[in-house]
């Protein structure tokens, strides 16, 4: 159909063009290869458009749309000159896709890698997994609570299935049991490491004083901080937890897939923890 599009047939060239595919599309159904075909392709798009809907690639998808229903209509309506400089535009479309899309393309393969790589290696050890997930949690939310009652500000990521070693590298590594006491000691406003994120990994406390990479969104709300965009930043690349303590209110916010909720308590901290965390809680 785009190949009509180009060659400027006519709008009944176009509607029987359509129906010729449906019906050829149709006539060669398989029930089972073809659904399977269909369920991994429908996972795949959906999986490709809760990524790039909070990247800036998001707006330049939604101009590429608009451009391709402008070139549309511009063949309807015979418009020489917009159906021309719209055709060559899309003839070297891939190319700039991947030009212009290259850091989203290059996290968008780093989070897939990632993602299955230590869904792999952690396979079959759900319950000891769990046990130290329970720990983490009840030290996190105490400390989280303490420290928002005190309006203590604090920046905490958790990791989940990807790897955060880049930010570990960027802070102080300690590679410490859990504990609330410690982590509030680590943003003790007198400590050394208090200025930067703690990183919690595997249900340990893998580094403090780390730097996170600052969200690059235009939309968020000019009232929140560096630590708020922070938070917002990591998980723009990366599917770790972060937990935001505001330190001049005191407000616990969690920022988890580029999206920040705000006003937690200890109770819904607890909740939102246990069901991202632990094994078996989403089903």
């Known amino acids: 159909m785009f190949g009509l599009l180009q060659a400027g047939g006519s709008f009944a060239d176009y509607i029987k063009s359509f129906f010729e595919f449906a019906k050829n599309a149709f006539s060669d159904f398989n029930p089972i290869v073809d659904t399977i075909d269909i369920l991994l392709l429908t996972i795949f798009f959906a999986f490709i458009f809760k990524y790039i809907i909070h990247k800036r690639a998001g707006a330049l998808i939604f101009g590429i749309v608009i451009c391709f229903i402008i070139l549309v209509l511009a063949s309807l309506f015979d418009l020489t000159g917009t159906k021309?400089?719209?055709?060559?535009v899309f003839q070297i479309g891939a190319i700039a896709i991947v030009i212009i899309f290259q850091p989203e393309i290059r996290e968008l393969l780093e989070k897939v890698g990632s993602g299955s790589i230590n869904s792999i290696?952690?396979?079959?050890?759900?319950?000891?997994?769990?046990?130290?997930?329970?720990k983490a949690?009840?030290?996190?939310?105490?400390?989280?609570?303490?420290?928002?009652?005190?309006?203590?500000?604090?920046?905490?990521?958790?990791?989940?299935?990807?790897?955060?070693?880049?930010?570990?590298?960027?802070?102080?590594?300690i590679n410490a049991d859990i504990s609330?006491?410690?982590?509030?000691?680590?943003?003790?406003?007198?400590?050394?490491?208090?200025?930067?994120?703690?990183?919690?990994?595997?249900?340990r406390i893998a580094a403090a004083a780390c730097i996170l990479p600052l969200t690059r969104r235009a939309s968020v709300e000019q009232e929140l901080g560096t630590r708020h965009r922070a938070a917002i930043g990591l998980t723009e690349a990366n599917d770790a937890i972060v937990v935001v303590v505001s330190e001049e209110t005191g407000i616990v916010s969690v920022a988890m897939d580029a999206e920040l909720t705000r006003n937690f308590t200890n109770d819904t901290l607890r909740k939102l923890l246990i069901k991202e965390l632990i094994r078996g809680e989403n089903d």
Request: hydrophobic residues 40%.
């Open 137 to 173: 949690i009840d030290a996190i939310c105490k400390a989280v609570h303490i420290l928002s009652m005190q309006k203590t500000g604090a920046l905490i990521v958790i990791s989940r299935n990807m790897s955060l070693d880049e930010i570990i590298h960027t802070g102080t590594e």
């Open 84 to 88: 021309y400089i719209l055709s060559g």
């Open 180 to 203: 609330d006491t410690l982590i509030r000691n680590l943003f003790y406003d007198k400590s050394p490491l208090h200025d930067g994120a703690v990183v919690i990994d595997n249900g």
């Open 121 to 134: 290696r952690g396979f079959g050890d759900g319950g000891e997994s769990n046990r130290i997930q329970y």
